[in-house]
T-cell receptor, first 116, second 114 residues
Framework: GDSVTQMEGPVTLSEEAFLTINCTYT??????LFWYVQYPGEGLQLLLK?????DKGSNKGFEATYRKETTSFHLEKGSVQVSDSAVYFC???????????????FGQGTILTVHP | ETGVTQSPTHLIKTRGQQVTLRCSSQ?????VSWYQQALGQGPQFIFQ???????GRGNFPPRFSGLQFPNYSSELNVNALELDDSALYLC?????????????FGPGTRLTVL
């Protein structure tokens, strides 16, 4: 079945540091890939997405490129801020096998803490 | 535009009881999906409703059931509660039930089973 694996956390960085959170996936067909962010006490918010190979999703300085050859969708940001502290989830949605619904399969999440 | 809302915010139940959680979808959205997020884990898909019909189901037992109403709001019902049902329950709405349709999440209902 579909699965998503994220890098082990938590991740602690100083403000303005470079961020990478690794994400790899297993899925049949051609899934859509997402990064969601969850701030303390809030629900999930879509950060960015990519729907086909080599697409780059970007938002608020974050980027991720859909790499089909390595089945990866790593999240990067060049200079993190304290306000980026949150839990980040990589997810996929697949319509393979004739399914007609958009089930999201999530990774386990990576806690990011940014210090001033 | 009103976002996805869920009620109640928190709930405490005892083992064996039944619970109903509610979700109002974002204006114009006809699809609602429910997820269970255990502490420290990613959300797991329970089921999805599209135009009042169950449109897909994850690996959850039949004591997890749901409804979608004509205004596209939804309920999640859990019977015979078990301790492991303690989790954050998230509802997400979308315009359409397929993978390419972006899902918008509510803040969740925190269920504690004692």
């Amino acid at each position: 079945g579909d699965s998503v694996t994220q890098m082990e956390g938590p991740v602690t960085l100083s403000e303005e540091a470079f961020l990478t959170i690794n994400c790899t996936y297993t899925a049949t067909g051609y899934p859509s890939l997402f990064w969601y962010v969850q701030y303390p006490g809030e629900g999930l918010q879509l950060l960015l997405k990519a729907t086909k190979a080599d697409d780059k999703g970007s938002n608020k300085g974050f980027e991720a490129t859909y790499r089909k050859e390595t089945t990866s969708f790593h999240l990067e940001k060049g200079s993190v801020q304290v306000s980026d502290s949150a839990v980040y989830f990589c997810a996929l949605a697949s319509n393979a096998g004739g399914t007609s619904y958009g089930k999201l399969t999530f990774g386990q999440g990576t806690i990011l803490t940014v210090h001033p | 535009e009103t976002g996805v809302t869920q009620s109640p915010t928190h709930l405490i139940k005892t083992r064996g009881q039944q619970v109903t959680l509610r979700c109002s979808s974002q204006s114009g959205h006809n699809t609602v999906s429910w997820y269970q997020q255990a502490l420290g884990q990613g959300p797991q898909f329970i089921f999805q409703y599209y135009r009042e019909e169950e449109n897909g189901r994850g690996n959850f037992p039949p004591r997890f059931s749901g409804l979608q109403f004509p205004n596209y709001s939804s309920e999640l019902n859990v019977n015979a509660l078990e301790l492991d049902d303690s989790a954050l329950y998230l509802c997400a709405s979308s315009l359409g039930g397929q993978a390419i349709h972006e899902q918008f999440f509510g803040p969740g209902t925190r269920l504690t089973v004692l």
